[in-house]
């Protein structure tokens, strides 16, 4: 007995350690992307943002979503925060960094108890909307008249962050959804790039047969499946469907939906995705993508910096997502307008906050464009990123961004938090069994009406 | 307590401050989810009273509610088959090694490994064959293809491979206190039961058993009330999908409220689960009162 459990102990720290070492993987996720090139720079417009000069000690604290230094987003967060403290010494950025999921349930349970910090970060639309109908987050509108910061901005971006007409988030970025793809995989295969959805299902059953891993997908995290699934629905119907649902002129029971429904369904059933999918989040799905080990990769442009970084680099190229049964244009794309900083409405400092963030915005796209970090940001960006030393791929994602023609929101931006749910849940499902399209519509149907009475 | 002789005020000096605290830091957060349960509140702005809407919605329109306690009470029921197991385990030890130590622990090691590492670990172990699962290498190694599973991802065998790591979690838990427990029963007894003749299983029967009862019932309102409450390794292997199919009271509770946002409805959830849990103590308690009566 004695030894067998000598021998179990061994496996078991073998186990143990390889695990270990598997998830140290997932750390490299979006490490390191911009180079070392941010040293010495200090030459940051020196706009110093509020005209009051007190001696008065104040502490700003800002929540943020950048937890990992190393990434460019951290770099450029603590360079801007830095250059602000040397030029207002009374003013202190206290930095409550976060990573995503837990910076929103910390933020909602601080509003629970109407503790919102000074600058904290919120969704676009329907996801903030609570926090704007509390009364918690305070109109940027005057913040964003001051040093042109208004004009910096994509037009029409800040429609996603704005209710009646008062600003109250502002965006860290601007995106849209894009299918990645390994050029070596496809050369080996002997696949192009599909043209339509129903190429894009043969494709893979192409590169399947050929024993290469068509797609992958981190559908633990829901969002990325729906989000897959929003480009399916969004060329079958056009942009604007669960607007017209919540407006009552459609039902999910409409035509172009069971399209959908089904459209994707023939995606999954032909073995697009890896298995065991839904018990692999968002970053493992990812990593399997930027180790090489799958064809292609649907996701937000924002994944462009991490797969410069990986070991796929140089080897990727992009498609836009294709036509369904010949229907929608692939110029309209799933828009993911950031997450975006907004301001507390009881800030014990509320002026010297929004002048802090006026300057943190004004000065963020020239020190993004430094870091090598600039796809995909919410303004408008000065420079050449051929010439800046950007990635072909960036390069090219930054070209695709001029000419989208519109598009649709994801699911969770337009519908409230417990129909998207129920939406989340309906589409994971589809990755585990094979349902009846009209019972998918039917489901949906029902969860609108429980939840929006 | 005369025989003590310690006045009422010095217990309560002593009392006190603990008992504030307990009362703070439980029973208040319970009044006050309790009072949540009756709200339609999305935990951010107004709420409304609508009294016990959120528990006539939860017994008869949710369609996820009754199919997560099902599974909530067999987590509970499967995690009482390891205790047994853990009395047989403890009482081997305790006779036929010399030095049972070092082995107890080692079986506890994955009770202070943290969840989300059992979590990955165990992923990792259960996945698909063509992501490198390391149970279906070996099934397959052994010519057993027709075994493997997706284990986590089939709606229909996920819930059980979430069961068996709480098994594996916790055994080593089990087996420590049954050790104590009877490595406190004093050497003499069995002594004097050899020279009546009463050895190995038959001391085990008459004297192990009997006297090891109060250590298992702590062992078994323990493992029930930690499997009704089992939540983080389930958020961390499955997060309550696919579609449902491992969600728990709790992981459906959090999902209500911080997902979905109905933190009212979230309430009525976790209202539900304290009585669960209360009852299942007394209900427990009760029946080893019994057996305890019956033994002695």
Partial sequence: MAKSSKVLTTVLAGVMALSLAACGNGNNAATNNGGTDNAGKDNTTTNTGGNKASDEKITITFQNIYPDPNTPSARTLNKIVGDYEAAHPNIKIELDSLNTDQQKIKLKTQAASQEVPDITIVNPKAQMKPYVDAGLLAPLNDMLDQNGLKDTFQQGILDFYSFDNNVYAVPDGNNVAVVYYNKELFEQAGVKIPATFEEMVETVKTLKSKGIQPMVIGEKDTWTGSFLFMNVLLRTSGPGFLQDIMDKKKTFEDPAFVEAVDAFQNLVQAGAFQEGATSMDYNAGENLFKTGKAAMYFMGSWATGSIDDSSVKGKVGVFKFPTVNGKGNPDEFMLAPGSAFAVSAKSDHLQETKDFLNYFMTNYPKVKFE???????????DGDFAAAGYSDLAVEINGMFSGVKGGDLSFDNTMNPATSQEHLTAIQNLFVQKTDAKEVAKQHQTAFDANNQ | MNVLKVSKATIAVFVLPCLLLYVCLVFVPILVSMYSSTLDWNGIGTSTFIGLDNFKHMFTADPVFWPSVKRTLMFALFSMLEIPLALMLAILLNRYIKRPNFLVSSYFMPVILSVVIIGQLWKTIYNPASMGGMLNQVLITFGLESWTHSWLTE??????????????????????????????????????????????????????????????????VLAFIGSLQSFDMIMVMTGGGPAHATDVIATHMYNMSFLSMKYGYGSALATFLVVLCLSATILINTLFRRVENKLS
């Fill in chain 1, 371 to 381: 870091n090598k970090d600039a796809v995909g940001v919410a303004q408008k960006v």
């Fill in chain 2, 155 to 220: 709606p229909k065998v996920a819930m059980y491979a979430l069961y068996f790591v709480a098994l594996w979690q916790y055994l080593g838990y089990h087996l420590l206190i049954q050790f104590t427990g009877i490595q406190n029963i004093p050497a003499e007894i069995y002594e004097a039961a050899k020279i009546d003749g009463a050895d190995g299983f038959k001391a085990d029967r008459y004297i192990t058993f009997p006297m090891v009862v109060p250590i298992f019932k702590i062992s078994v």
